[in-house]
T-cell receptor, first 111, second 113 residues
Framework: EDQVTQSPEALRLQEGESSSLNCSYTVSGLRGLFWYRQDPGKGPEFLFTLYSAGEEKEKERLKATLTKKESFLHITAPKPEDSATYLCAAQGPGGYNKLIFGAGTRLAVHP | EAQVTQNPRYLITVTGKKLTVTCSQNMNHEYMSWYRQDPGLGLRQIYYSMNVEVTDKGDVPEGYKVSRKEKRNFPLILESPSPNQTSLYFC????????????FGPGTRLLVL
C-alpha cells in the first residue's frame, strides 16, 4: 500500500538553529514528491516538487532533497516566521494525480 | 491573482440538512480535487475531476457528491450531512499532467451538529 510517513511529528527550534524534516515514502513509480507549508487555519501552500532521486531545490532558507526512499526538508538558520506545519505528499501512477499526504511536521521556531 | 476560492469559509449545520460548498479557480486548470483534513489522519482525497463532466471517487467518497459542469467550478455537495463529516475541507486544482503541483483553496471548516 502506498504510504507517506513524516518525522518528527513536532519540532521546536531556536532561531538560527538549523535542522531537517524527514519524509519517508513507499510509492511505486513516483511521479512527484511535493512539499507544502500550512499555517493554522489556512490551505497548504506549495513549496517544491521533486521528481527524481538526487534532485535538490532551494527557496530562501529551505532546501528539499530526494532519494529513492526519502525526502528531506532542510531549514537553515530558521526564523520565527518559518513556524508552520510542513506537509509532504507523494504522487504515484495510480489514482489519477492523487496525492498521498503524510501527517505533517509542526515546526515552532522561537526567538 | 491566480487563486482557488471556497465558500463558505465556516459553516455550522444540523444533521440531514443538505449543503453545498463551492470551489472556483481562475487558472484554467483541468484537474480539481476535494480533500478533507482531520487531526491525526492528515489530508484525504474525497473526489476528483480530470475535466468538465469527468469525475471519480477518491479515498473517502461516502456521503459526498460532486459535479463539474464548468471548468472553473467544482462544488462539493453533502446531501444528508452527519456529525462524522465535521472536518476541514480543501479544494485544490492543477494542470492535468501528472507531477504538476496542486494549488489549494483557503479551506471550509464544517461543523455538523
Amino acid at each position: 500500500e502506498d504510504q507517506v510517513t513524516q518525522s518528527p511529528e513536532a519540532l521546536r527550534l531556536q532561531e538560527g538553529e538549523s535542522s531537517s524534516l524527514n519524509c519517508s515514502y513507499t510509492v511505486s513509480g513516483l511521479r512527484g514528491l511535493f512539499w507544502y507549508r500550512q499555517d493554522p487555519g489556512k490551505g497548504p501552500e506549495f513549496l517544491f516538487t521533486l521528481y527524481s532521486a538526487g534532485e535538490e531545490k532551494e527557496k530562501e532558507r529551505l532546501k528539499a532533497t530526494l532519494t529513492k526512499k526519502e525526502s528531506f526538508l532542510h531549514i537553515t538558520a530558521p526564523k520565527p516566521e518559518d513556524s508552520a506545519t510542513y506537509l509532504c505528499a507523494a504522487q504515484g501512477p495510480g489514482g489519477y494525480n492523487k496525492l498521498i499526504f503524510g501527517a505533517g511536521t509542526r515546526l515552532a521556531v522561537h526567538p | 491573482e491566480a487563486q482557488v476560492t471556497q465558500n463558505p469559509r465556516y459553516l455550522i449545520t444540523v444533521t440531514g440538512k443538505k449543503l453545498t460548498v463551492t470551489c472556483s479557480q481562475n487558472m484554467n486548470h483541468e484537474y480539481m480535487s476535494w480533500y478533507r483534513q482531520d487531526p491525526g489522519l492528515g489530508l484525504r482525497q474525497i473526489y476528483y475531476s480530470m475535466n468538465v463532466e469527468v469525475t471519480d471517487k477518491g479515498d473517502v467518497p461516502e456521503g459526498y457528491k460532486v459535479s463539474r459542469k464548468e471548468k472553473r467550478n467544482f462544488p462539493l455537495i453533502l446531501e444528508s450531512p452527519s456529525p462524522n463529516q465535521t472536518s476541514l475541507y480543501f479544494c485544490a486544482s492543477s494542470l492535468s499532467r501528472q507531477g504538476d503541483p496542486q494549488y489549494f483553496g483557503p479551506g471550509t471548516r464544517l461543523l455538523v451538529l
